[in-house]
């Protein structure tokens, strides 16, 4: 996996996103290997807890926009695509493709049988973000910012955020956070109840691996039970059909005409000018 790494360290392992000349974005083949090793680090038994993480001081900044301006990949686009099709080239159809291993990676995480933390040391932002808050804690060094972000360029909000957010945070803040798009501090991410732990910058490897090992060695099963009735009593059960909801209103969103003004002005550097248009 060329942008993906998995690190053992005895029970705990690390999942990687190494990818950080295109800020640890996700083009479909550096999603469909996350999900690849999303899969195997929660159903290897050997395996007791998982933090996902990224390189260079960025998380994961989600869908990789230069990628899906670019029109995509034959090669990549063509393996969820009949021989009988043809490539499609619109901008949802990529996002489809993208978010299709990036939703079942959070499907994953969400029932695996062992703690998975995000461990944020950077920038979180859009699928970034809902990657974060799909695992069961986030634990994040000083420096780190969390942003929604998906409005910049006229998207919707997909990767578990319409669905988690009012759940960690509460409606009234989850819609401040979509609509008027701050990007929060680690410690205000803490307050929101955004992040589990923050913890100092220069520490912050060693405390994370700290934590890792310290849920590496609980009885996991019975953090998998606890966890389960958990996700049954908040609803998180019924992630899946919301995902599927994400996937479909974001796709109609990228097919528009404000999504194309998004990212031409997001390239250009300039402000867009959206026309109010799905």
């Known amino acids: 996996m060329e942008h993906i790494r998995i690190e053992r360290d005895g029970p705990l392992a690390y999942l990687v996103i190494d990818r950080r000349e295109r800020f640890n974005s996700l083009d479909v083949r550096?999603?469909?290997?996350?999900?690849?090793?999303?899969?195997?680090?929660?159903?290897?038994?050997?395996?007791?807890?998982?933090?996902?993480?990224?390189?260079?001081?960025?998380?994961?900044?989600?869908a990789d926009l230069k990628y899906i301006r670019d029109g995509g990949d034959d090669a990549d686009l063509g393996y969820l695509t009949p021989k009988s099709r043809d490539v499609p080239r619109g901008y949802g159809e990529i996002f489809k493709q993208i978010l299709e291993y990036l939703h079942s990676t959070l499907?994953?995480?969400?029932?695996?049988?062992?703690?998975?933390?995000?461990?944020?040391?950077?920038?979180?932002?859009?699928?970034?973000?809902?990657?974060?808050?799909?695992?069961?804690?986030?634990?994040?060094?000083?420096?780190?910012?969390?942003?929604?972000?998906?409005?910049?360029?006229?998207?919707?909000?997909?990767?578990?955020?319409?669905?988690?957010?009012?759940k960690l945070v509460g409606l009234r803040r989850a819609l401040d956070l979509a609509l008027l798009d701050p990007r929060l501090s680690a410690r205000e991410a803490l307050d929101y109840g955004l992040v589990s732990r923050v913890f100092p910058d220069a520490s912050y490897?060693?405390?994370?691996?700290?934590?890792?090992?310290?849920?590496?060695?609980?009885?996991?099963?019975?953090?998998?039970?606890?966890?389960?009735?958990?996700?049954?009593?908040?609803?998180?059960?019924?992630?899946?059909?919301?995902?599927?909801?994400?996937l479909e209103a974001l796709v109609k969103a990228a097919d528009g005409p404000d999504f194309a003004e998004g990212?031409?002005?997001?390239?250009?550097?300039?402000p867009p000018r959206f026309r109010g248009e799905g």
Request: hydrophobic fraction near 45%; include cysteine; glycine fraction near 10%.
């Open 30 to 62: 550096t999603a469909r290997d996350l999900r690849k090793a999303g899969l195997q680090l929660a159903r290897d038994a050997s395996v007791r807890a998982v933090i996902v993480t990224g390189t260079g001081g960025v998380f994961c900044s989600g």
């Open 107 to 166: 499907s994953e995480i969400r029932r695996a049988p062992k703690p998975f933390v995000a461990g944020v040391d950077g920038v979180a932002g859009a699928g970034g973000l809902g990657l974060a808050i799909c695992c069961d804690l986030v634990v994040a060094s000083e420096r780190s910012t969390f942003q929604y972000a998906y409005f910049k360029t006229a998207l919707t909000g997909a990767e578990s955020s319409t669905f988690l957010l009012p």
């Open 205 to 246: 490897a060693d405390d994370l691996r700290a934590l890792g090992h310290r849920l590496a060695e609980a009885p996991t099963a019975s953090l998998a039970t606890a966890k389960r009735l958990m996700n049954e009593s908040a609803g998180v059960d019924r992630l899946d059909v919301h995902l599927d909801r994400e």
């Open 263 to 270: 990212i031409a002005a997001f390239f250009e550097k300039r």
